[in-house]
């Protein structure tokens, strides 16, 4: 059974800093990995999607990694800014069975002070 | 400029009241999924359509339903909410099953009194 789970819960910086966030899962067989941003009491935003086959991804000052072998991916968010505070959630998506779902950790809450 | 739309934002319900939460699209894709998140927990999916076929995940209470009349709506229909379905429900949706960035709405805020 896949479990992803993301390591800081929580997390405090001051603005400027850059910064990594950990997620690691347990089957390697994944189609993708994604990370999401939750802000407060919202839905998902789609930060980026790292097919199985790629080693990263960017998209302006976030960078996702992927190690599916060792079964781990990093967010860094370079020159961190308070609107970057919110819930940052990865998500996997499993290989082979009729319904492929998106298998969630519970998220590193990011606190970025001004 | 929204593309998956989720009303209402928020729902108040009563314990045993049904209640009906709606999501919409204006993405054309072909799955659509409902998640439920309860607080400070990961999201749980309760279940997707692909097109007019609907896969239900093994450990969702039977209290939860789903319709899907057409390609842009879908309906998730709790029979008899209890206090623990207390939750926000995220609706979600993507091209083909796996391989795709799932696109996710609001969400709805159930309360249950």
């Known amino acids: 059974k896949q479990e992803v789970t993301q390591i800081p819960a929580a997390l405090s910086v001051p603005e400027g800093e850059n910064l990594v966030l950990n997620c690691s899962f347990t089957d390697s067989a994944i189609y993708n990995l994604q990370w999401f941003r939750q802000d407060p009491g919202k839905g998902l935003t789609s930060l980026l999607l790292i097919q199985s086959s790629q080693r990263e991804q960017t998209s302006g000052r976030l960078n996702a990694s992927l190690d599916k072998s060792s079964g781990r991916s990093t967010l860094y968010i370079a020159a961190s800014q308070p609107g970057d505070s919110a819930t940052y959630l990865c998500?996997?998506?499993?290989?082979?069975?009729?319904?492929?779902?998106?298998?969630f950790g519970t998220g590193t809450l990011l606190a970025v002070q001004p | 400029d929204a593309m998956v739309i989720q009303n209402p934002r928020y729902q108040v319900t009563q314990f045993g009241k049904p209640v009906t939460l709606s999501c919409s699209q204006t993405l054309n894709h072909n799955v659509m999924y409902w998640y439920q998140q309860k607080s400070s927990q990961a999201p749980k999916l309760l279940f997707h359509y692909y097109d007019k076929d609907f896969n239900n995940e093994a450990d969702t209470p039977d209290n939860f339903q789903s319709r899907r009349p057409n390609t842009s709506f879908c309906f998730l229909d709790i029979r008899s909410p209890g206090l623990g379905d207390a939750a926000m429900y995220l609706c979600?949706?993507?091209?083909?099953?796996?391989?795709?960035?799932?696109?996710f709405g609001p969400g709805t805020r159930l309360t249950v009194l």
């Open positions: 979600a949706t993507s091209r083909v099953r796996s391989t795709d960035t799932q696109y």
């Open positions: 998500a996997v998506s499993n290989y082979g069975g009729a319904t492929n779902k998106l298998i």
